[in-house]
């Protein structure tokens, strides 16, 4: 069965990276392995409509600055494919990525597929290497079902799409977890959706501490929290699976461990053990991290690691209190 994909690209002040993320794309529309590719200006002031319709895409504009969820949406609506498949603006797809996302769709059956970030980065600094690596590992490791739904390279059928009233530009304006939501939306309505490493793409964004940190905290822990708590019995999704809970509990005790040993209230061995245990427990991420840039990066990132797990634990039990609060509990 022959699959028809749109491609959708939300932007918004995307000209530095839209040409890189645009090349491949219509690489493969001129080789008739996509039926076409929709641009939708969110509103930019830097000429990246003008960059995508010069380069020959179609460009439409959002209306106002709907965020990528609204502006995906806009898309969906004129979109000839029956398969919608969402780009970001700072995404570099792999030449194979539409017929290895065709094949994927065909293998499966499955509703929605998405891939994963390639293991290359090209921003070369600590965090945009930790962020990018990372995303890598988890969505390599869970290759399959999913109970989730990534939008940086991922694809939806049209028709399930629309029946699901696509993304929730409402609850989240801005990037945030609009694509997970989807996805839980999606599989509450029994539709499949796969998981497919092969399915990759290079992330041209370079983070910092600063955007790392607040997009981690305020744009992805607390909403995914919440939407978690909103919905109990669907915990186990992706990276927030029993082993990684087990990670995050470990990545606390060996915090809590310290001040107690230094006082006397615990052994001494004890902040060793467990620091033993959490390279045991992340060390294929560990191996990763060495592997893609040596042993002083792979502890440096190891050690980010467990205060990305503090701080999206602190996210979680948060977003449980509120939710405590709220129901007068």
């Known amino acids: 069965m022959t699959i028809a994909l749109t491609v959708i690209t939300p932007v918004y002040n995307g000209a530095a990276t839209l040409a890189r993320c645009l090349a491949p794309l219509l690489d493969m529309l001129r080789a008739g392995e996509i039926a076409e590719i929709v641009v939708v200006d969110d509103g930019s002031t830097d000429g990246s409509a003008r960059i995508a319709a010069e380069l020959g895409a179609r460009v439409v504009a959002s209306g106002g600055r709907l965020g990528p969820g609204g502006a995906r949406n806009v898309a969906a609506k004129l979109a000839q494919g029956d398969v919608l498949w969402f780009v970001d603006a700072d995404v570099v797809v792999h030449a194979d990525a539409a017929r290895v996302l065709a094949e994927a769709f065909r293998r499966t059956g499955a509703c929605a597929v998405f891939g994963t970030y390639d293991d290359e980065p090209p921003a070369a600094n600590f965090f945009s290497q930790y962020k990018n690596l990372v995303h890598h590992f988890h969505h390599s490791e869970g290759e399959g079902e999913a109970e989730t739904f990534w939008a940086g390279c991922g694809a939806v059928r049209k028709d399930a799409f629309r029946e699901a009233g696509g993304f929730d530009a409402a609850r989240y304006p801005v990037p945030s977890i609009e694509d997970i939501e989807l996805g839980a939306r999606l599989r509450d309505r029994g539709h499949a959706i796969w998981l497919a490493p092969e399915l ?7 983070w910092h501490f600063a955007n790392l940190l607040h997009t981690e905290i305020f744009r992805r822990a607390l909403p995914w929290s919440r939407l978690i708590h909103s919905r109990p019995g669907r915990v186990a999704t992706l990276n927030v699976t029993p082993v990684e809970r087990l990670r995050a509990l470990l ?42 840039r040596g042993v002083g990066f792979a502890l440096a990132a190891m050690l980010y690691h467990q205060v990305y797990y503090l701080y999206a634990s602190a996210a979680f039990a948060w977003s449980w209190l509120e939710r405590r609060a709220s129901s007068g509990a």
Do not use: E, Q
């Open 200 to 206: 990759r793409a290079t992330h041209l964004k370079a």
């Open 251 to 292: 990545a606390l005790a060996l915090v809590a461990s310290l001040p107690l040993a230094a006082v006397g209230a615990a052994p001494g061995w004890l902040p060793p053990a467990l620091t033993a245990s959490i390279l045991l427990a992340n060390r294929r991420l560990l191996l990763l991290f060495r592997r893609r």
